[in-house]
């Protein structure tokens, strides 16, 4: 079974930094896609960055300039370096390969707060 292992979440101030990393199993197969997705508490899940098998990458809005997605030689691993991190970025996230259908890390939670 396809597992995919998040860690690096917890406690910062505002302003302070995080990098959460997400490795997957070493079953999966091909890997098209690699995102990273959040839920506040009340809130829909979003998508927050995006990276394709040639490395082509998207940021929401909201996250644009301040956090980055990366993955590792073997592309079996992806991290979000989060910076400038904000209140509003309080969250639980989730990576994802392959899209909505694919496969779910467990979710980390991000807790921005002085």
């Known amino acids: 079974q396809v597992q995919l292992v998040e860690s690096g979440g917890g406690l910062v101030q505002p302003g302070g930094s995080l990098r959460l990393s997400c490795a997957a199993s070493?079953?999966?197969?091909?890997?098209?896609?690699m995102a990273w997705y959040r839920q506040a508490p009340g809130k829909q899940r979003e998508l927050v960055a995006t990276?394709?098998?040639?490395?082509?990458?998207q940021y929401a809005d909201s996250v644009k300039g301040r956090f980055t997605i990366s993955r590792d030689g073997t592309k079996k691993t992806v991290s979000l370096q989060m910076n400038s991190l904000k209140p509003e970025d309080t969250a639980v996230y989730y990576c994802?390969?392959?899209?909505?259908?694919?496969?779910w890390g467990q979710g980390t939670q991000v807790t921005v707060s002085s």
């Open positions: 994802n390969f392959n899209g909505l259908w694919g496969y």
């Open positions: 070493t079953n999966i197969g091909s890997i098209y896609t």
């Open positions: 990276m394709t098998k040639g490395g082509s990458t």
